[in-house]
């Protein structure tokens, strides 16, 4: 894969060098190239900022250095593009341009896992109160455009989302992670939360690890972390359990959520109009 990162602060990313992202580059499991944005301005102040049409606070990136960054990016060939006349047809797929904004859609691992098989990722990094609505229009010519929210809060700008991006999708690529079954026990990988962990001592500060890990009975430990996601889950993000496909728990799985307060009803969790706790 390929990844372009375009920004005003291209000292941001540096941290993209470090750990599991920076040995993924250097294994040459994954190209990634950062861009100053500034230097696809004209004007001798290298400005790429201006005043809002309509008024209001803050300030609008301008349309002409994002078109000149993007169209060069776009043009550029990945290390690992083919040589050659290329296979009959349509061409390569348009790279994805990535747009990180609260007023994105949300970047879920789901998500990741989407953009974690294209050949080719581009970042733009808004900054001030974000860039003037015409790029996105214009842009879709050469690429598929894609706001991209992690949540619900405010940055600065896009860089510190695109970090978080670009590690969640970047992790998922093969090599990348030495263990591939650490990818499939995780958060979030079924639409739940992970089960909490223990390691030695297995009695500390008069807490004892709960005995079922200590058995050996694997077939017992594994129902009793899917319990513990199951308990977490509704606890701490009872809106996971609305997606979470229930059609086919074992009866013991069912007696888990009955436990919790949720009864599957044509194939999903319903709460339980009478079950206690604080949620809604
Ligand atoms: Cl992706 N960008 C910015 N600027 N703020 C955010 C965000 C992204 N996700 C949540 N807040």
Redesign the pocket.
């Known amino acids: 894969m390929r990844i372009d990162v375009v920004s005003i602060f291209p000292e941001y990313l540096a941290p993209l060098e470090l750990s599991l992202i920076g040995k993924a580059r250097q294994d040459g499991l994954l190209e990634l190239n950062v861009h100053d944005l500034r230097d696809f301005t004209t004007d001798r102040h290298r400005t790429v900022d201006d005043t809002p049409y309509g008024g209001g606070a803050g300030m609008v990136m301008k349309p002409e250095p994002w078109a000149q960054a993007l169209a060069a990016v776009a043009a550029a060939t990945p290390d690992s593009a083919e040589a050659g006349p290329a296979a009959a047809g349509s061409g390569p797929a348009k790279p994805v341009l990535i747009v ?3 007023a ?1 859609e949300r ?1 879920t691992q789901a998500a990741a896992q989407e953009l974690a098989g294209e050949d080719r990722l581009v970042f733009a990094c ?1 900054r001030y109160e974000g860039i003037d609505e015409r790029v996105m229009e214009w842009a879709a010519e050469h690429f598929t455009v894609r706001p ?11 860089e ?3 970090l978080a ?1 670009v590690e969640a999708i970047g992790r998922l690529l093969p090599g990348v992670v030495g263990n591939p079954e650490s990818l499939v026990e995780e958060s979030h990988s079924d639409g739940l939360l992970e089960y909490p962990v223990y390691t030695k001592p297995s009695s500390w500060r008069d807490r004892d690890v709960p005995a079922v890990l200590l058995s050996g009975n694997h077939g017992k430990i594994a129902q009793w972390r899917r319990h513990e996601q199951y308990r977490r889950t509704a606890e701490r993000r009872p809106d996971l359990l609305e997606e979470f496909d229930a059609a086919k728990l074992p009866r013991a799985d069912r007696t888990a959520f009955a436990d919790l307060g949720y009864d599957v009803v044509d194939g999903h969790l319903s709460r339980r109009a009478d079950a206690g706790g604080d949620s809604a």
């Open positions: 990180p904004s609260p994105g970047f808004g991209m929210s992690l949540g619900d809060y405010v940055l600065n700008g896009g510190v989302a695109v991006m």
